[in-house]
Nanobody, 120 residues
Framework: QMQLVESGGGLVQAGGSLRLSCTASGRAVGTDNMGWFRQAPGKQQRELVAITRVSGSTNYADSVKGRFVISRESTKTTITVVLQMNSLLPEDTAVYYC???????????WGQGTQVTVSS
C-alpha cells in the first residue's frame, strides 16, 4: 500500500507563488507515474493539473502551462513530487490532490488534499 503525504498550499494573492510537495512511500515507488489533480469549488470532477511519468516525460493542463512546473526526486524508498505554482490566478483556487499510478500493478493512490486559495 502506498502512502502519499502532501504539504504546502495556503492563501496567496493573485500573481503570487506557492509550492506543493507530495512524498510517496510504501510499495515500489520507482514504478509510479505521479501527478497533481485539483477540484475547484462547486465542481464535482477533479481535473489533471500536471503529471510526471517514470519515463521522465511531463504534461500540463493548458490552463497552467508556462506557470506551473512539476518535478520529482527519488530515493530507494520514496518519491517526492513538487508542484511549483507561479503567477497564480483566482481560478487556480481549488483543493489539490497528489496522485500516483503504478505502472506494474495499475494500483492508484491519492493524497488527502491540500487547499490552495488565490485572492484577487
Amino acid at each position: 500500500q502506498m502512502q502519499l503525504v502532501e504539504s504546502g498550499g495556503g492563501l496567496v494573492q493573485a500573481g503570487g507563488s506557492l509550492r506543493l510537495s507530495c512524498t510517496a512511500s510504501g510499495r515500489a515507488v520507482g514504478t509510479d507515474n505521479m501527478g497533481w489533480f485539483r477540484q475547484a469549488p462547486g465542481k464535482q470532477q477533479r481535473e489533471l493539473v500536471a503529471i510526471t511519468r517514470v519515463s521522465g516525460s511531463t504534461n500540463y493542463a493548458d490552463s497552467v502551462k508556462g506557470r506551473f512546473v512539476i518535478s520529482r526526486e527519488s530515493t530507494k524508498t520514496t518519491i517526492t513530487v513538487v508542484l511549483q505554482m507561479n503567477s497564480l490566478l483566482p481560478e487556480d483556487t481549488a483543493v489539490y490532490y497528489c496522485y500516483a499510478h503504478n505502472m506494474l500493478t495499475s494500483d492508484d493512490a491519492w493524497g488527502q488534499g491540500t487547499q490552495v486559495t488565490v485572492s484577487s
